[in-house]
């Protein structure tokens, strides 16, 4: 009998850990999963329109994020106050501004390093332009997706389910933002992810901070925001 409670315990904590790592696991396949799925747009385009084909592939990724935070939720057991996300706040929401402000700042100087000082070539406007293919409104859903789903996966579940796995906050928070650079790295290259990992650090301590996601999400989204949408706009098209 004496053995058998320190038995249970041990067999709870490992039934525990399955859905963290599930979690982790579905994080590190969305940035192939929404790449694919984003770009299944060009080929949907002629069959469903481009409207239809944007909602459908935005559908998609959006419904892969709900099943992470799901997972998170039901099977891990966690609350939505455990991964910050609290009920907004008019303060939530300057914070969220200047937070943004700041970091536009930070990444703004590591891009003027990077670009003009190192002289290295910047293609980021021309990834910008093919990926918001021409559309303000599609540009403000895509800063919308990747405030809320990549803030909910890599500061908010990513730091406190790694916390919760290694027993330091400090570990987990730079592992979750090596990862979330790790991420951008499919996407863009080494010279680009200068600002990126900039702004990367910038969102984890952000987090470690406020521990309030939605600043975060608001932070993200502002700056998702006016860097796509200035290549929208510069390509005149509002729909």
Request: hydrophobic share 55%.
């Amino acid at each position: 009998m004496g053995g058998s409670p320190l038995g249970i315990v041990s067999v709870s904590r490992q039934v525990r850990r399955l859905p963290i790592l599930v979690c982790l696991g579905l994080m590190l396949v969305y940035p192939v999963f929404s790449t694919h799925v984003q770009g299944s747009t060009v080929t949907l385009a002629p069959r469903f329109g481009e409207i239809n084909a944007r909602l459908i592939t935005e559908g998609a990724i959006w419904l892969y994020g709900a099943i992470v935070l799901g997972v998170a939720l039901f099977a891990e057991r966690r609350t939505l106050a455990s991964i910050g996300l609290r009920r907004p706040t008019f303060g939530a929401a300057l914070w969220g501004v200047a937070a943004a402000i700041a970091l536009l700042v930070l990444s703004g100087l590591a891009s003027f390093v990077t670009y003009n000082v190192l002289h290295q070539a910047n293609h980021t406007a021309a990834q910008i332009e093919a990926l918001v293919r021409g559309s303000l409104v599609y540009a403000f859903f895509l800063a919308l997706r990747g405030g809320v789903i990549e803030e909910i996966f890599f500061r908010g579940l990513a730091i406190e389910q790694l916390t919760l796995l290694t027993g330091r906050r400090w570990v987990a928070a730079l592992s979750a933002t090596l990862l979330f650079i790790f991420v951008h790295a499919l996407r863009f290259d080494l010279r680009q992810l200068i600002p990126i990992a900039t702004a990367s650090f910038g969102f984890m301590a952000l987090y470690l901070w406020r521990r309030n996601l939605l600043v975060n999400i608001i932070a993200h989204f502002l700056i998702d925001a006016l860097a796509l949408g200035a290549v929208a706009v510069h390509a005149t098209s509002l729909y």
